[in-house]
């Protein structure tokens, strides 16, 4: 089965400063990986994408991640962060049967003036 | 082009109802995909639409239906509501539903409170 695992489940940054989320995998075969974005009160919002071509990947908002398969890690980072950042992050695995997203648990990222 | 709605966007029922859910996809998209947030166990996967058929469900009580139309329209339907189906429902729309290939757009969701 895909899975994966979200390692903090609250994130504290200065704006400004370096973002880093983090994010391992479990995958059968190659998977496709995605981060999306969830503001309060908002949809869901898809930030990039990995679906086995490059495997740095830019996303929207100054956002990338890099596919790591040696370290089954997918995380998010951001070289600086903006106070409408803060918003609830979510590591992604498409499943088996390719219809469905699995979801990790979500990391809180706030950030402070 | 208009986003993927839903309606309502809020609702509150009591335990023992039945409650009805509506999501239309982004126009041109066939695939609809529902899922279930709640706090304590994050986004779940409850069913996916293709062409009028469910192609893939995830791992609900029978409580939980769906359907969608020939417009590709969809509903979903909880019956006997429990305190524990509190929560907001999110539907998502893609062009054939590969969600691993293809880019889901999610709508604001339903947020469903049984008292």
């Known amino acids: 089965a895909q899975s994966v695992t979200q390692l903090d489940s609250h994130v504290s940054v200065s704006e400004g400063t370096p973002v880093l989320l983090r994010c391992n995998y479990s995958s059968s075969y190659s998977p496709s990986l995605f981060w999306y974005v969830q503001h309060p009160n908002k949809g869901l919002q898809l930030l990039l994408k990995y679906t086995s071509a490059a495997t740095l990947v830019k996303g929207i908002n100054g956002f990338e991640a890099e596919f790591k398969k040696s370290e089954t890690s997918f995380h998010l980072t951001k070289p600086s962060a903006h106070m409408s950042d803060a918003a609830e992050y979510f590591c992604?695995?498409?499943?088996?049967?390719?219809?469905?997203?699995?979801f990790g648990k979500g990391t809180s990222l706030l950030v402070t003036p | 082009k208009a986003g993927v709605t839903q309606t309502p966007r809020y609702l509150i029922k009591t335990r023992g109802q039945q409650v009805t859910l509506s999501c239309s996809p982004i126009s041109g998209h066939r695939s609809v995909s529902w899922y279930q947030q709640t706090p304590g166990q994050g986004l779940q996967f409850l069913f996916e639409y293709f062409s009028e058929t469910q192609r893939n469900k995830g791992n609900f009580p029978g409580r939980f239906s769906g359907r969608q139309f020939s417009n590709s329209r969809s509903e979903m339907n909880v019956s006997t509501l429990e305190l524990g189906d509190s929560a907001l429902y999110l539907c998502?729309?893609?062009?054939?539903?590969?969600?691993?290939?293809?880019?889901?757009?999610f709508g604001p969701g339903t947020r469903l409170l049984v008292l």
């Open positions: 998502a729309s893609s062009l054939a539903g590969q969600a691993n290939q293809e880019t889901q757009y």
């Open positions: 992604v695995v498409s499943a088996n049967s390719g219809y469905a997203l699995n």
